[in-house]
């Protein structure tokens, strides 16, 4: 992971964010709407809790795009539209006991619930799962690749720019790749700048 620090890879996420600060100049949209979509770049960290590995704290960030893939459907106040994901994870850190380990990762599918509000603030609901590769095992002495799976609540908050703010519950596990397997169980915070585009 330092040699991507180092080397090309470095220069691949500074291109990419300049790629993303560009669209969102040049893009004027500051709301979900069907056929539109999603630039957003995040970070987020937190620790573990009860039901795996103990003692362990995870920071990561990356970029994602989103497609948003419905008009506002549904009763009442759980009406919203929906979107597909997909993450990027350029920096994965975990700091654990035995060590401290590097990694990055995918997340192809992402499914999220926007609730449709007329305010600034719009509340959604995430589904996510992907594929995570670190240096070292995670955690200690199990695999170097891991399947993530996730659920998180979360605010927009939708001005000239999209910012959100979500806790998430991340499992980390080897899916038996290696016995044994005690996987790693996070509650993260959040926090994400980004741009709906597209449709109007």
């Given at each position: 992971m330092t040699r991507?620090?180092?080397?090309?890879?470095?220069?691949f996420l500074t291109a990419l964010v300049g790629t993303f600060?560009?669209?969102?100049?040049?893009?004027?949209?500051?709301r979900p709407e069907e056929g539109g979509h999603e630039l957003e770049v995040w970070t987020?960290?937190?620790h573990s809790v009860p039901g795996g590995t103990k003692d362990t704290s995870v920071w990561n960030?990356?970029?994602?795009?989103?497609?948003i893939l419905t008009a506002p459907h549904g009763p009442g106040f759980l009406k919203g539209r929906f979107e597909l994901a997909f993450d990027a994870v350029p920096a994965f850190v975990v700091f654990q006991p035995a060590n401290t380990v590097y990694g990055a990762g995918v997340s192809p599918v992402g499914f999220k619930w926007i609730f449709a509000t007329r305010g600034h603030v719009a509340p959604f609901?995430?589904?996510?799962?992907g594929t995570l590769f670190t240096t070292r095992e995670v955690?200690?002495?199990?695999s170097t690749i891991n399947f993530t799976s996730g659920a998180t609540f979360g605010m927009y908050f939708l001005e000239d720019h999209a910012w959100?703010?979500?806790v998430r519950y991340m499992h980390i596990s080897n899916a038996g790749l290696t016995v044994p397997n005690p996987g790693v169980n996070t509650v993260q915070l959040r926090f994400g700048f980004?741009?709906?585009f597209g449709k109007k």
């Open positions: 991507f620090f180092r080397g090309g890879g470095f220069v600060l560009a669209v969102a100049v040049a893009v004027a949209q500051d987020g960290a937190g960030a990356g970029v994602r795009y989103g497609w609901l995430e589904l996510n799962g955690p200690a002495g199990t959100s703010l979500d980004g741009k709906f």
